[in-house]
């Protein structure tokens, strides 16, 4: 537990809700998204993913403090386990939910960024959205070459646009003065 004392309570709340909203989205925009990715033999996830890793880089960036995107997505994780929601994979989703965060956590501090600027969120997107598309094809699919190079590259544009959807949002809320200034980088 000394790894959360670094996060307020408000910090707390705003990660729980950034989990919860990524998991609540999913069951609305999978659906949707294997209209389209069926034909294409490649997963779901990977069209959609954007839309639901988004709310990870969004924990990211409300709080603008490291491990908040892990700490989201690891809440998210057990939410899944929990609830048995669209999108478990059992025990696996300990792996599947967590490790797109670390992703974006670790992306953060490779570029020394707080989900501060346009190109940070939308690396951190496309991070997570690879990531998570690398463990389940990993997990499940074990998808062919080409499928999974198109695969990839979907998960890639969908998450970087997640993303950008993401900077949009926290941009708005820093105009708005919901949130403080943009975080500092380190």
């Not at 069926?38 to 709310?55: H, N, S, V």
């Not at 501090?109 to 990993?138: E, K």
Request: net charge positive; with cysteine.
């Amino acid at each position: 537990m000394k790894a959360l004392r670094r996060f307020a309570v408000k910090d707390l709340l705003l990660i729980a809700a950034m989990a919860a909203l990524g998991i609540a989205i999913k069951p609305v925009v999978v659906p949707l998204a294997h209209l389209v990715s069926t034909p294409l033999l490649i997963p779901g996830g990977a069209l959609a993913g954007g839309l639901y890793m988004m709310w990870l880089v969004m924990a990211a960036g409300l709080t603008g403090k490291r491990g908040a995107a892990t700490l989201a997505a690891v809440v998210q994780a057990i939410l899944v386990l929990i609830t048995g929601v669209v999108g478990s994979h059992g025990v696996m989703s300990l792996l599947s939910y967590s490790l797109p965060g670390l992703a974006i956590d670790g992306t953060l501090l490779l570029l020394r960024h707080r989900c501060c600027c346009r190109p940070c969120c939308f690396a951190a997107g496309i991070a997570a959205n690879l990531t998570g598309t690398v463990i389940t094809n990993l997990i499940f699919f074990r998808l062919p070459l080409i499928p999974l190079l198109l695969s990839l590259a979907v998960a890639a544009l969908s998450g970087g646009l997640g993303g950008l959807l993401s900077w949009q949002l926290l941009k708005g809320l820093r105009r708005y003065g919901v949130l403080g200034e943009t975080p500092r980088l380190s």
